[in-house]
Nanobody
Framework: QVQLVESGGGLVEPGGSLRLSCSASGFIRTVYIMRWYRQSPGKERELVAGIDRSGPPDYADFVQGRFIISRDNSKNTIDLQMNNLKPEDTAVYYC??????????????WGQGTQVTVSS
């Protein structure tokens, strides 16, 4: 019943920026923690950043100082502002969230992913 949809991915040059967005929809009682993960071919999925309803945000070492995570609790959305992008940032980026749905359980939901490609 609950869906997470990512958007904002695309092709950018090294040093450029992208802003990813994740929107939760459906029968939602409460959205708790929300996280961004990424996965590139041949590598395991890795945590990029996360934030709960009150913060503070936390970041993986490889993006700290370059990426900014934020959320809007009233709209059940979370954004990832990615600056100074590097070719090694190329990956599929996934949104994950803990959500209390219509049956009053907190369950884990994943989005379908959005492709980010950093290349000239």
């Amino acid at each position: 019943q609950v869906q997470l949809v990512e958007s904002g991915g695309g092709l950018v040059e090294p040093g450029g920026s992208l802003r990813l967005s994740c929107s939760a929809s459906g029968f939602i009682r409460t959205v708790y923690i929300m996280r961004w993960y990424r996965q590139s071919p041949g590598k395991e999925r890795e945590l990029v950043a996360g934030i709960d309803r009150s913060g503070p945000p936390d970041y993986a070492d490889f993006v700290q100082g370059r990426f900014i995570i934020s959320r809007d609790n009233s709209k059940n959305t979370i954004d990832l502002q990615m600056n100074n992008l590097k070719p090694e940032d190329t990956a599929v980026y996934y949104c994950m969230s803990h959500i209390k749905d219509r049956v009053d359980y907190v369950r884990i939901y994943w989005g379908q992913g959005t492709q980010v490609t950093v290349s000239s």
